[in-house]
Nanobody, 114 residues
Framework: QVQLVESGGGLVQAGGSLRLSCVAS????????MGWYRRAPGKQRELVAV???????HYANSVKGRFTISRDNAKNTVVLQMNSLEPEDTAVYYC????????WGRGTQVTVSS
């Protein structure tokens, strides 16, 4: 079993930045990729960014050029650096790991004010 713990959420003004971290623990040897999803009020969960163990990345079009995902495989940690934040980025952000099974963190709230 894998446990994912997110941190770094909070309240920020439009144009500001936040850095989200996710630490994986437990049976982590089978993880192939980790990433971030978000669920905004009134919307379904959407993929924000993913990164594989080899370093390949994918971003949602809405965050390209503003968000950067990185991973430290040795520390089983994934970071999402969010810059130029917009009110539309307000959501609960969830860490996700993909391997033999899928695991989810409990989420961290990001609120961007106008």
């Amino acid at each position: 079993q894998v446990q994912l713990v997110e941190s770094g959420g909070g309240l920020v003004q439009a144009g500001g930045s936040l850095r989200l971290s996710c630490v994986a623990s437990g049976s982590i040897w089978g993880i192939n990729a980790m990433g971030w999803y978000r669920r905004a009020p009134g919307k379904q969960r959407e993929l924000v960014a993913v990164i594989t163990t080899g370093g390949s990345t994918h971003y949602a079009n809405s965050v390209k050029g503003r968000f950067t995902i990185s991973r430290d495989n040795a520390k089983n940690t994934v970071v999402l650096q969010m810059n130029s934040l917009e009110p539309e980025d307000t959501a609960v952000y969830y860490c996700h790991s993909q391997g033999y099974n899928d695991y989810w963190g409990r989420g961290t709230q990001v609120t961007v004010s106008s």
